[in-house]
């Protein structure tokens, strides 16, 4: 399978019965566009219709080829991945399914973070979103032939769902290939990202096609590697409190060598999740009440 960028609107089949259309909004955060996937033959199920965008609606239309479409499915409400949704159910027929809306699924600190208005985040997120109708975790969507598993896999977002048949997952935004997941407080989870990586392994997945990039062809070494650069983040982050009482920007700056100003931003708020899960786990402790400007500390 290709590795490189494929051309915007194209459906491309990358195997038997599941092709791709990539949606035409590149940008930093969602590299060579979202991608939308076309599940299934003579009836096809969407998964992630991606941005209101009447081209991409146009596109999307000429790869379902008159088929009927059984079901939309939303991963997440990222504006990059939901707002067609409802367009699509109004041409199709089809319904839209989900977890729920933009607050569902949030952990209780994040819930608590949010309502105090300390964490700012909200990055992108498409707060009309909502689902004809909700899935829990393991429900299963059958088909002709065919069944997809829901699994509610928080992290990036609090209502973020990857589905998998057999050895394929689509994982969302929650594993990709091209980078590590944005995760933004009160939004993004990091104690959950962890937690849903490891469940997203469990289901044996070899495969994985992400919201954004390339097919991932071994989705267990991916999710390992993920894991593993969380893990040593937090182990930088520890490791630079040791001097002192730290803000999230200060220590993004003291971490992050590298990071294109475009995403100094992002970089930060990654930092903050870390330091949120750290205060969670008792490692660190914020100096005053905990929001994005608090200097931390280790305990």
């Known amino acids: 399978m290709t590795q490189t960028r494929p051309k915007v609107g194209d459906a491309t089949d990358l195997e038997q019965g599941i092709a791709r259309v990539l949606a035409p909004n590149p940008s930093p955060m969602t590299y060579w566009g979202t ?3 076309l599940f299934g033959h003579d009836s096809v199920v969407v998964i992630d219709p991606g941005p209101a965008d009447p081209i991409h609606l146009k596109a999307l239309m ?8 059984s079901h939309i499915l939303v991963t997440h409400s990222h504006l990059d991945h939901s707002p ?29 973070l949010a309502a105090s208005g300390v964490m700012g985040g909200g990055e992108g997120v ?13 429900d299963d969507i059958t088909g002709d032939g065919w069944t997809l598993r829901a699994h509610h896999t928080p992290g990036h977002f609090g209502n973020h769902m990857c589905f998998t048949s057999g050895k394929v997952g689509f ?4 594993v990709m290939g091209w980078a590590t ?12 990202f962890m937690a849903s990586c490891a469940k997203l392994a469990d289901t044996g997945i070899t495969r994985a096609y992400a919201g954004h990039g390339a097919p991932i062809e071994d989705a267990q ?15 930088e982050i520890r490791t630079a409190l040791v001097d002192g009482p730290a803000t999230p920007e200060t220590l993004t700056t003291l971490i ?4 294109a100003p475009a995403l100094q931003n992002m970089a930060t708020r990654n930092v903050l999740a870390h330091l949120v899960d750290l205060t969670q786990r008792g490692v660190v402790a914020p100096i005053g009440p905990l929001s994005s400007s608090a200097k931390f500390t280790l305990n």
């Not at 000429?62 to 479409?69: D, E, H, K, L, T």
């Not at 367009?87 to 569902?104: E, S």
């Not at 992050?256 to 990071?259: A, E, I, M, N």
């Open 126 to 138: 498409d707060d009309t979103f909502a689902p004809d109708e909700t899935l829990q975790d393991g």
């Open 35 to 37: 991608n939308t996937y």
């Open 171 to 174: 994982s969302g935004d929650l």
């Open 256 to 259: 992050y060598k590298d990071v």
């Open 62 to 69: 000429s790869a379902i080829a008159g088929r009927p479409v």
């Open 181 to 192: 997941s944005l995760v933004s407080p009160p939004d993004g989870d990091l104690t959950d």
């Open 84 to 112: 067609l949704a409802r367009v699509l159910a109004q041409a199709t027929g089809a319904p839209v399914l989900a977890f729920g809306d933009r607050t569902t699924g949030r952990s209780d600190i994040m819930t608590h």
């Open 221 to 235: 070494a991916r999710i390992r590697d993920l894991i593993g650069h969380r893990n040593t983040r937090e182990a």
